[in-house]
């Protein structure tokens, strides 16, 4: 192909071309790693080198809210965005020193048979279940609105046959090939992600302050103009009336139980829990955990850059400018509904301002990594890679959320408490069936979804933190924590998430602003709380009922016992 | 054999503490509490709390978990514990 046919490709050709090679490639790896075993299905066999297991878990971890939504969150929140990077990173570091390693030498495939057995009690197993069940659907849903948006502003299809399509495709590697199959088709899409996400990165960064590192982009003087970006953004947002950029608007104490909360909750998501049941052996846990935190920092470093640049672009594009000379890139979003310009004074000049009585211009934070290389005005090709990026991080988070669902069912429901004594394949038909279902109803929740998926998402880690995390951690490093302090501390733990979260974000209870919140903390930073209410309560109730069973006892110190993982297994 | 794996487990909760203290320094200290007292200072441009919060804390821990693995298989080797 010669250079005059490349500059004249379209935009949605190009993203034909590239979303068909990447589909191709994911269905390709689908079909050489099918599942032939449970033990293939639910944990890819336990024979994933720590290095792709990295990958995997990177891909597996950044969703289409962290591809696609969180360098538009920071943009708009500025300092306040830095609870998303260090929360959705510094998690990493307590999932590798505190759970990785302990939960592969114990050796099961999911969670709630962590949480089962440790406990001893099918109570404490089907609480379990129901957590990752309901983090992992509020979760699955986001992912597949995100597979719409990209389809249908980029191919130009209607919304729900994006869903579908997505759908199709996950459907196909998530059934035919379980874990093993996610595993390797995730390995693909991190390179396809990461390498979307880094190529408008760089280009922009060396376009605003001729770095080509956009990490020290970041820091850099504006080309031409002698200024430090951050301090012509600050001036930016200032005299538009927002707070300036580094500052931020929340308050410290909220800010800190949000990190917290997200922390916690990251370490306790069944999903990238599970990931580490994948590697042959317990030092290989903890490597995988660095490689992954690795792989992620690449794009948790590159998206605060990205937010300031596209921050200091927007406002440089359309603040104080014509409606009518502004660029076909700002037309096109409009009629998805995610700009939205009201002129209230008639003027024909965008007043875009952070006082809401004379502000003109609305704009949805999900659509900046989408709009930056346009509003940038990077070649085509670099915008249709943003899309197949984004995709990518949607199909591969979406997939491992499916596994976790039906190895809930198929695994800690049939196997573990209706149907015992299930055969190995009947088990695994189990498992491809509920699969199926779990792909059916996150599709419907991505046609139809509900409102409440934002507020959600912040209930899913606020879930995680307060139930599983504190019941993971106790059950290692707590020897005498008893099924009755796990069970109270879990119950306790969700409930009072449950009705925080209920009384702010949906007005039960008696409903409540800001100004009510307990001690000045957001619905999502007090997962934090629910969590030290977890912990407090299972340590006084286990303090007055019986210590666990001697066997249990000597389970926990055979996990704290790195040697020995081939034996258990094979269980 | 109970000896050593009690050994073995005070020397990994000995690693974890300071581990797990510098993970609390750099993102609730360095990013949070202490950011406004850092932001007099800069870093290539950066005002030094702000980037903590948004590179300096990720790139620490990354760091401290490649520590912990070499550490931790430094520690299996000399209980026996390393296959």
Redesign the interface.
Known sequence: MNNFILSIMSVQTWTYVIVGITFALYIGIAIWSRAGSTKDFYVAGGGVSPLANGLATAADWMSAASFLGMAGL?SFGG?D??VY??GW??G??LL???LA?YLRKFGKFTVPDFIGDRYYSNTARTVAVICALLVSFTYVAGQMRGVGLVFSRFLEVDINTGVIIGMIIVLFYAVLGGMKGITYTQVAQYCVLIFAFMVPAIFISLLMTGNPIP??G????VVGEGV???DKLDGLSTDLGFAKY?DGSKS?ID??FI??AL?VGTAGLPHVIVRFFTVP?V?DA??S??FA??FI?IL??TA?AIAVFARTNLIETVSNKNYKDMPAWFSKWEETGLIIFNDKNNDGVINYLADENINELTVDADIMVLANPEIANLPNWVIALVAAGGLAAALSTAAGLLLVISSSVSHDLIKKQLKPNISDKGELIAARLSAVAAVCVAGYFGINPPDFVAATVALAFGLAAASFFPAIIMGIFYKKMNKEGAIAGMVIGILSMLFYMLKFKFDMFGGGTEADWWFGISPEGFGTVAMILNFIVSIIISSFTADPPEEVQEIV?NI??????GKAIDH | MKNRSKAYWKENLKYLLILLGIWFLVSFGAGILFKEFLDAFKLGGVKLGFWFAQQGSIYVFVILIFVYVRLMNKLDKKYGYDE
């Open positions: 920071i300092y965005g830095s990077l260090m990173t510094g990493y570091v590798a020193l505190l390693p990490q020290i970041m820091g850099g003087d430090s970006l951050l580094t410290m800010v800190f990190t917290a922390m052996k030092k903890r490597k955990a660095g935190l690795l920092a948790y470093t605060p110190e704290r016992i790195p040697s020995g993982v």
